[in-house]
């Protein structure tokens, strides 16, 4: 495959993930991942891509990539993180879940624990979870978006405000790599998601390395509100000197 068509194909697929790391191309395209810094530097340099430490966007802050396609990106990733937060959750305990495809993970990696009290505005995560008859599920009111079965509004948002739980568990569309922003497309979402770490006793973000290298429009807070972050690669330097300086801890979740 020649230089200039590699490139097009380059462009091509991390229009349709959002975004791609260099081992994913270099893997894909069968070349170094050498190659794949220069064909990076070469689009970038066009303003056809944007570069990322270990990989590379094309970003829209307006509008997320489709739930098919996010449901199936960096896979193994929220799998492994979802193995290690579900380790960490005890049986019997309350939870909060949001709306995203690695919470939805996770809840198929808690279907071993027993007792657990569940509160989600994710109509995915509900039907994951209710084949557990000792589960007690509980669906938070709002509309549902169509798109991918998150319940949002203001009734989501004064539901989510009766409880007070012992986790609070939430995925992110984008961390800002800079200052630790969690960002996401729509602010309807990010309220509930605020919600949920209001009325939580512990805060887990679970968010694969992607996420560090994506932007949305919406901010949520930042990664400093959260007890423990939860990824599969070490984030940037940037991010880890946040997470030294306020306390968070940070879980490395390797592929296997």
């Given at each position: 495959m020649g230089q200039q068509t590699r490139q097009e194909r380059i462009i091509q697929l991390v229009r349709e993930q959002g975004y791609a790391s260099i081992d994913q191309l270099a893997s894909q395209f069968n070349v170094t991942p050498q190659t794949i810094r220069r064909d990076i530097n070469t689009l970038a340099d066009q303003n056809l891509l944007r570069r990322h430490h270990g990989g590379a966007s094309i970003?829209?802050?307006?509008?997320?990539?489709?739930?098919?396609?996010?449901?199936?990106?960096?896979?193994?990733?929220?799998r492994s993180i979802a193995?290690?937060?579900?380790?960490?959750?005890?049986?019997?305990?309350?939870?909060?879940?949001?709306?995203?495809?690695?919470?939805?993970?996770?809840a198929r990696a808690l279907l071993q624990h027993e007792g657990l009290k569940i509160i989600t505005n994710n109509i995915n995560v509900a039907s994951i979870l209710r084949v557990k008859e000792d589960f007690n599920v509980i669906v938070a009111g709002g509309t549902v978006r169509s798109r991918d079965g998150g319940i949002i509004g203001e009734?989501?948002?004064?539901?989510?405000?009766?409880?007070?739980?012992d986790y609070g568990i939430i995925g992110i569309s984008a961390i800002d790599p800079e200052d630790g922003s969690l960002l996401d497309f729509d602010y309807q979402e990010?309220?509930?998601?605020q919600g949920i770490i209001a009325n939580s006793r512990h805060v887990f973000l679970a968010a694969d390395n992607a996420k560090f290298g994506r932007s949305a429009m919406v901010r949520l807070g930042n990664i400093t509100q959260v007890e423990r972050l939860f990824t599969d690669a070490p984030p940037p330097k940037s991010i880890q000197a946040l997470l030294k300086e306020h306390g968070v801890r940070l879980e490395l979740c390797p592929q296997a």
């Open positions: 970003d829209s802050s307006t509008t997320n990539v489709d739930y098919s396609t996010r449901q199936a990106l960096q896979l193994d990733a929220k193995h290690k937060v579900a380790a960490e959750i005890p049986n019997g305990a309350s939870l909060f879940i949001n709306i995203g495809t690695t919470t939805e993970e996770i009734a989501t948002l004064d539901f989510i405000n009766q409880f007070r739980v990010v309220r509930v998601a």
